[in-house]
């Protein structure tokens, strides 16, 4: 995968990331490289663990946004960057680490709920500059938990499904048509921007025989001062689809599909 990868091709780095469990590790020995959910965008959502692996590193690397977030609680250097400057980025972030420094990698919510391909990007990363040093991911608040609690869908009775990721969506998609019109199961999703927001994803449900009564939440920047809770009917929402720009949407990019079955 050090050659780099194609998301239609693979290999796929969360896949990378899932390969084998994590090794044991002695965190006062090995000194591992860090990958920390920070919550949904709350500082009070962020855990202990997270803020000290955060604090505690002489590196840290992220896009922006979620760097900004917690560039505060640290005087470790800061390694920004976007999509497209990511593997510029995770490379000094390599560097850094192979000549002895501690580094912590950011990414917001729970990488464990969406954010394997960055986990696979870090650990490759390491992997090739810095063998010898592990990688641990310190998980975090995700507004899929967030999403849950606003919209009372116990985990247990609901399917999640992330399409927060590159690459194509068409078994995720599939999954989550399944559960919604076979399995009659409460459905959490987290849309891609901008091609598969809520609005798409609830005219797909329809396409396939989804209940257009069902009651479907779009949840928008939960824990933020501006959080807001939109309820629809699935015809309702199916009104918002199409288009693959921010402005053929009303919605934010930080959003939390929850459809509901009748309890």
Do not use: W
């Not at 420094?101 to 986990?119: I, K, L, R």
């Not at 849309?191 to 209940?211: C, F, I, N």
């Amino acid at each position: 995968m050090s050659d780099g990868y194609d998301l239609e091709a693979g290999p796929d780095p969360a896949t990378f990331a899932a390969v084998s469990p994590e090794p044991d590790i002695d965190e006062t020995t090995d000194d591992p490289v860090y990958v920390v959910g920070v919550g949904p965008g709350n500082r009070e959502y962020l855990t202990p663990r997270g803020e000290r692996a955060i604090r505690e590193a002489d590196v840290v690397v992220g896009f922006a946004t979620v760097v900004e977030f917690v560039e505060e609680l640290t005087d470790a250097e800061l390694l920004t960057c976007g999509y497209r400057d990511e593997a510029e980025a995770l490379e000094a972030f390599g560097e850094r680490v192979a000549a002895g420094e501690s580094g912590a990698a950011v990414a917001m919510g729970d990488p464990n709920h969406s954010g394997y391909q960055f986990v696979g990007k870090v650990q490759d990363t390491v992997e090739r500059e810095a063998p010898e040093t592990p990688v641990r991911v310190v998980p975090g608040i995700s507004s899929l938990q967030v999403a849950a609690s606003r919209a009372r869908t116990p985990m247990e009775d609901a399917e999640f499904v992330t399409l927060h990721k590159s690459g194509d969506l068409e078994a995720d998609v599939d999954r989550l048509t399944r559960a919604v019109v076979e399995d009659d199961r409460h459905l959490l999703a987290l849309p891609r921007p901008y091609d598969r927001m809520p609005g798409d994803l609830a005219e797909l449900l329809l396409e396939r025989g989804a209940d257009p009564e069902l009651e479907a939440l779009v949840c928008e920047k939960l824990t933020h001062e501006d959080e807001r809770i939109h309820r629809f009917t699935l015809a309702g929402l199916s009104e918002h689809a199409d288009g693959n720009g921010r402005e053929d949407t009303p919605f934010s990019d930080l959003v939390v599909l929850a459809v509901r079955q009748p309890v």
